[in-house]
Nanobody
Framework: QVQVVESGGGLVQPGGSLRLSCAVSGNILHILTMAWYRQTPGRQRDLVASISAGGSTDYAASVKGRFTISRDSTKNTVYLQMNSLNSEDTAVYYC??????????WGRGTQVTVSS
């Protein structure tokens, strides 16, 4: 059984920062890509950032220069450092895990609210 658990969400003022974490545990062998998605009510889940096993990263245009994704492969953990947050970043953030063989996994999400 595989568990994907996000943490670090919360309420932050505009211009502030948050760091999300996602820990993967259980029977998972070779993780290829770890990524963060976000979703607001009534909208589809969109990719925010991803990082490959080799460390290559990709970002949505709206977060480039403000968010940084990183990964500790020894701990099967991925992080998302979010700076200069604004109201448009308010969403539920989900961790996604793609492995070499087997199904993808999602976490249950963590709420990020940017508001004064």
């Amino acid at each position: 059984q595989v568990q994907v658990v996000e943490s670090g969400g919360g309420l932050v003022q505009p211009g502030g920062s948050l760091r999300l974490s996602c820990a993967v545990s259980g029977n998972i062998l070779h993780i290829l890509t770890m990524a963060w998605y976000r979703q607001t009510p009534g909208r589809q889940r969109d990719l925010v950032a991803s990082i490959s096993a080799g460390g290559s990263t990709d970002y949505a245009a709206s977060v480039k220069g403000r968010f940084t994704i990183s990964r500790d492969s020894t701990k099967n953990t991925v992080y998302l450092q979010m700076n200069s947050l604004n109201s448009e970043d308010t969403a539920v953030y989900y961790c996604h895990v793609r492995q070499l063989m087997g199904p993808d996994y999602w976490g249950r999400g963590t709420q990020v609210t940017v508001s004064s």
